[in-house]
């Protein structure tokens, strides 16, 4: 497998980046017309932590860690690493001496559609990482791949310099043109769910606000004392 180390591509601006962390997983993949999504087998390993960079992307060979080697390289500040491989994977394939060298460069975090290890060690030195699984299996570093190319995770294409958000509840990736967008959609959406929160804390109920109660009328839903549903039940 030959490949390409791409330098200087084009990223979201910092500062909608970090506007963007602001909010979680769900209220940002909400904004973007429910899109954007990881799927669900890609974990942290840690808790209550959130952290949103531009992406830095590697595609390597499975068992094989040389192309996140020569990633660092292209890593700098306010980045975020993320690593698949060209069929599935989920040795080992980053560990602490990684973070190690990230943090030195201001690397924000890692997601991972691979193995990870040295869990408890990532976890005490704060870098804050996402995983497809945890492996203690160790790696090579004998074939080619490439660096700040489009990648795809779960049906998700995601190309260097795109904003990559993941917290307690996963992972979504923004299209760097979308970021600015993003973020006041994403604003509408808290200040929303902030209405609707005040409103249930009144007493007000999901039916009512949301006109859910034609709904059910809609779909045949019917409303039954329990003594009535019991006789019916019985005679039928």
């Known amino acids: 497998m030959s490949g390409v180390i791409v330098t200087d591509p084009p990223k979201a601006e910092l500062k909608d980046v970090d506007a963007l962390a602001r909010f979680g997983v769900a209220t940002v993949s909400e904004a973007m017309g429910r ?3 990881l799927g669900p087998g890609i974990r942290p390993i840690q808790q209550g932590v959130r952290v949103a ?10 068992g094989d860690n040389l ?3 020569a990633a660092v390289e292209q890593c700098g500040e306010g980045d975020l690493l993320v690593v698949t491989t060209t069929s599935p994977c989920t ?4 560990g602490e001496l990684f973070a190690t060298a990230l943090k030195q460069r201001g690397v924000r975090g890692v997601v ?4 990870i290890r040295d869990t408890q060690e990532l976890r005490e030195s704060g870098f804050a990482a996402w995983s497809r699984a945890v492996s203690s299996q160790g790696t090579v570093k004998a074939t080619g791949g490439s660096v700040n190319v489009p ?5 998700q294409v995601i190309r260097p310099g795109d904003v990559i958000l993941a917290d307690d509840d996963g992972v979504v990736v923004v299209p760097r043109e979308r970021a600015r967008e993003t973020v006041a959609k994403s604003e509408a959406r808290e200040a929303k769910e902030a209405a609707t929160r005040a409103a249930f804390l009144d007493g007000q109920l999901g039916l009512d606000r949301y006109g859910l109660r034609e709904t059910l009328v809609r779909l045949g ?9 019991v006789r019916e039940e019985a005679g039928s």
């Open 35 to 37: 899109t954007g999504l």
């Open 53 to 62: 960079g531009t992406a830095v992307t590697v595609l390597g060979w499975p």
């Open 67 to 69: 192309m996140i080697h």
């Open 91 to 94: 040795d080992g394939l980053f």
């Open 112 to 115: 991972l559609n691979t193995g």
């Open 151 to 155: 990648i795809a995770i779960d049906g």
């Open 221 to 229: 839903v019917t409303y039954k004392s329990y003594d009535d549903h």
